[in-house]
């Protein structure tokens, strides 16, 4: 069982990430997934969340108008598309639902 975040890299400011989160072992049909990010000597934070059973979502006001989730349960992934990144994008990014963590992935907004 494994919930894996991925997608992360180098971009400049103003450009565009897609971060996936893939569960082997189990279906994330049932399941609230949220992404979360942390960033050095700051806390962890809350930056979307997408239902399992409406698909409803949050953006934390940061992101509201750049971030965008979505979910392909066929795909057993969830998707996080970020735009108009800026360095106070910058953190690992962690996928999780109330069972699992994925590792991480590393977003770096930087020119």
């Known amino acids: 069982v494994q919930l894996q975040a991925s997608g992360g890299g180098l971009v400049e400011p103003g450009g565009s990430l897609r971060l996936s989160c893939t569960a082997s072992g189990f279906s994330l049909d049932y399941y609230h997934i949220s992404w979360f990010r942390q960033a050095p000597g700051k806390e962890r934070e809350v930056v979307s969340c997408i239902s399992s059973y409406d698909s409803a979502t949050y953006y934390t006001d940061t992101v509201t108008g750049r971030f965008s989730i979505s979910r392909d349960n066929v795909r057993n992934t969830v998707y996080l598309h970020m735009n108009s990144l800026n360095p106070e994008d910058s953190a690992v990014y962690y996928c999780?639902?109330?069972?699992?963590w994925g590792q991480g992935t590393q977003v770096t907004v930087s020119s």
């Open positions: 999780a639902t109330t069972d699992y």
